[in-house]
């Protein structure tokens, strides 16, 4: 094939995203001219989205970091020189060895999540490398984590069915999940479940796009959903709605649960959760006689002090009404457990390598780290990838004026000048997804990708994997395993015989760019029980949880910071409501921000009015952590009381240099690691 001709190669969209699109790159003259989904790909089915549309933009835009560079000015004023990668990782190189020797390895921190989340450019030479440094481990559980250990409370994991199934459901719960914006090709089933006369309905104390498309809102008070599914328990119970023939064999503590139930009568649940005992009631009904009845979660109930109890709670109820005897029927999570069951992870990340004795900082609480005095050691090197702390991280004044430190060091590997990379030392050039290997997983569907490099990197960009390769040398690291290619890599991880891979090789995934995990059409994974918990039942009693001293029944319980509503009387909701935003990503592209126009506070007429707030004034939302300045949107997106902000704005293009994450408070989830962030309270001014 001539180099002037135009061909295609296949890939995948390395978001983080339960979606994870398998996509196909037209490249003329070794230019990427065209992007788009595989039409064969059968669950993507060849859509991409309003973010990833424009791809291209990310890879050929204005905006793109093209070569190394070194701060000239004072940290965060942008004033930066372009240097060679000699000289950007010579000195990077040397300044981590200084610090190393004077403090120690951790004193150093790498901080990363899934700006991409394939497995080679996002777990594989940073982990040796950092593991290799002794650097201070980061916990990454910002995501996802505090769910799934409330599942497994109850479940004994949070492994999901096929969200294909959805389809034969006839009664569908999106609890707490905005599938319109954040699931996008799983809104497509769902309405050929409508279509086959599926009721769809949403539990969100939001009207997100999905609730105004849904059959049935549901809008409890923040953070009352472990009240709300008890509730709905006590009145299927009281009511005989309960399967039980399914309990007596599938499940235990069915008597205490019974007990605990008393507690949630729907009058109390009705004032904890400000829903009516009417719509408690027809909501238990409905879902305990229409079948098949599935739960749809995410991450929407996460974000919050009691957030891995509320999975537990919500866990709870298909057994109760026996809705995983039907295909279609149950709870539908993340599908995570396939790729890091079947491929061998530990051969990519290297886990023996790492020092469990070294201290470990959560990365919701980056600003504590960063500007905490009693460190010791205190963080003197910061090393970003992956992420943008500045945007998404709670406590963001906490963060911004630890990334202002003289006194730490900072580099930032990035596509784009994000506030974050704003305040480093050195900026590095990654990669795209056009650019480099990968082999992406998904945690919201049942196939694995294959991305292959399609174009030349752009400018000097190298990939992550390179680049840390290039500094372990520098470091003095001559392991082998810092020699392995990223191809090698991709081989090594596939070199298994695991039964999920259904004997698919690299070169299947080279040719047809994705393979399907070999999980059975119909899957009813615990119609006759078979639960992976100590008891192989489900647990509604949990003597794991009472031997820890911890409660072993599924309860409500209100958050701390409610404790402190004097003077902040309104519950904050930030989360991904923005369409054209895949968490702080895209938000630096014009077209992106253009399209999502400027980031509102919703709040209900009944707290505008007393404020003397008019629909499109300018607000102050405030607590005592932080500030935002934006306009209102007075209206029923949200219910009095709640008020919301968009998550993923940068702090940059916001007129107070402050975004969501400013309000955001950093304390951690009951399990799982995860951040209370959707636990804030705030006032609200007219700032007219
Ligand atoms: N367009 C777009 N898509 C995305 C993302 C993005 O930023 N933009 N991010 C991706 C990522 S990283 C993730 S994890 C997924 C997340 O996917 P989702 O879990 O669907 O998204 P969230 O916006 O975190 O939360 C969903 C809903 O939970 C609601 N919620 C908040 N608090 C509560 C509560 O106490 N109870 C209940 N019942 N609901 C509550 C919010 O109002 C929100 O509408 O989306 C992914 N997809
Ligand atoms: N208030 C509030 N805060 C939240 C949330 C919320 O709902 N509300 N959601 C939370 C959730 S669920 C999540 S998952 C986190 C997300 O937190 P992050 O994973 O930090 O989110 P992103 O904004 O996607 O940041 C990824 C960065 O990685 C960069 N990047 C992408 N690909 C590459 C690459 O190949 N190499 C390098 N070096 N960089 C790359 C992107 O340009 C981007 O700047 O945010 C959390 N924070
Ligand atoms: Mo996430």
Redesign the pocket.
């Known amino acids: 094939m001539g180099e002037d001709m135009a061909h295609i190669v296949r890939g995948g969209c390395p ?5 994870t699109c398998a996509w196909l790159v037209t490249v003329e003259d070794g230019v990427a001219t065209k992007l788009v989904g595989d039409p064969e790909h059968p669950y993507t089915r060849g859509g991409l ?3 990833v549309n424009r791809y291209l933009d990310r890879v050929y835009g204005p905006q793109r970091l093209l070569s190394p560079l070194r701060r000239t000015g004072p940290k965060g004023s942008g004033a930066f020189e372009p240097v060679s990668w000699d000289e950007a990782l010579d000195d990077i190189a040397a300044r981590l060895q200084r610090i190393v020797a004077e403090s120690g390895g951790e004193a150093v921190l790498p901080y990363s999540y ?1 700006g991409t989340q394939g497995f080679i450019q996002s777990r594989s030479m940073d982990r040796r490398f950092f593991a290799r440094l002794g650097a201070t481990r980061l916990e990454r559980a910002i ?2 984590s505090t769910g799934s250990v409330g599942i497994y409370h109850t479940l004994g994991s949070s492994d999901a069915l096929a969200p294909e199934e959805i389809v034969h459901s006839r009664f569908i719960v999106l ?5 319109i ?4 090709h799983l809104w497509p089933l769902i309405r050929e479940a409508k279509a086959n006369g599926a009721t769809v309905v949403v ?4 009207r ?1 796009r ?2 105004q498309a849904a059959d049935w809102h549901v809008a ?6 472990a009240a ?1 599914a008890l509730g709905m328990m006590a009145v299927i119970v009281r009511e005989g709605l309960h399967d039980a023939e399914y309990i007596e064999r599938y499940t235990v503590g069915f008597e205490q649960l019974v007990e605990r139930l008393a507690d949630y009568p729907p009058e109390r649940v009705a004032a904890i959760t400000g829903l009516e005992v009417e719509e408690i009631e027809r909501l238990a009904r409905a879902y305990a006689t229409t079948r098949p009845a599935l739960i749809r ?8 002090e009691h ?1 891995g109890m ?1 999975y537990r709670a919500v866990a709870c109820l298909p057994a109760l009404v026996g809705a995983w005897r039907d295909v279609g029927g149950g709870l539908l999570h993340m599908t995570a457990n396939l790729p890091f069951e079947a491929l061998n992870t530990d051969a990519l990340e290297m886990p023996h390598l790492e020092d469990h004795s070294l201290r470990e900082v959560n990365m919701v609480q980056l600003g504590r780290a960063l500007t905490d005095p009693t460190l010791d050691p205190p963080i003197r090197a910061l090393v970003v990838y992956n992420s943008n702390p500045a945007t998404i991280a709670p406590e963001q004044n906490k963060v911004l004026a630890g990334l202002r430190r003289d006194d730490l060091f900072t580099v930032v590997l990035e596509h784009v000048m994000t506030d974050t990379a704003r305040h480093a030392d050195y900026v590095l050039p990654a990669t795209t997804q056009l650019e480099h290997w990968d082999l992406v997983w998904s945690w919201g569907q049942t196939y694995l990708t294959l991305n292959q490099p399609a174009i030349a990197p752009v400018g000097d960009a190298l990939p992550n994997t390179e680049i840390f390769r290039r500094l372990a040398a520098r470091m003095g690291f001559d392991e082998p395993y810092f020699q392995e290619t990223d191809e090698q890599m991709i081989r090594a991880m596939l070199d298994v015989a695991h039964p999920l891979l259904g004997g698919a090789t690299f070169d299947d995934l080279k040719e047809r760019g994705w393979i399907r995990f070999a999980v059975p059409q119909g899957y009813r994974p615990y119609a006759e029980g078979g639960f992976p918990t100590r008891s192989g039942k489900c647990e509604f009693y949990s003597e794991r949880l009472a031997k820890r001293g911890e409660d072993p029944l599924p309860n409500w319980t209100a958050p701390r910071e409610q404790a402190m509503r004097d003077g902040y009387p309104l519950s904050l ?1 930030a ?11 895209y938000a630096g592209l014009e077209h992106h921000r253009n399209a999502e126009r400027e980031p509102l506070l919703d709040i209900h007429p009944f707290d505008a009015g007393p404020r003397d707030i008019a629909d499109g004034a300018m607000v102050r939302v405030f607590n005592a952590r932080g500030e935002v300045q934006v306009k209102a949107r007075v209206g029923e997106r949200v219910r009095p009381g709640v008020v ?1 902000l968009p ?2 704005w940068w702090p940059a293009h916001s007129r107070s240099s402050t975004s969501a994450n400013a309000l955001n408070q950093d304390t951690l989830s009951d399990w799982g690691g995860g951040g209370a962030f ?1 636990d804030t309270l705030v006032e609200v001014t007219s700032d007219q």
Do not use: Q, Y
């Open positions: 978001h983080d995203c339960p979606d989205c309003a973010k899934m995501c996802g609890w707490g999940t905005n599938t914006v954040t699931n996008l539990v969100d104390p939001v997100s999905t609730a409890p008070l923040p953070g009352t959903d709300l979660t995410l991450v929407g109930m996460e974000h919050r957030g509320a909701i989360a991904k409501s923005a369409l054209h935003f895949l968490n702080s990503s919301a998550f993923g959707h």
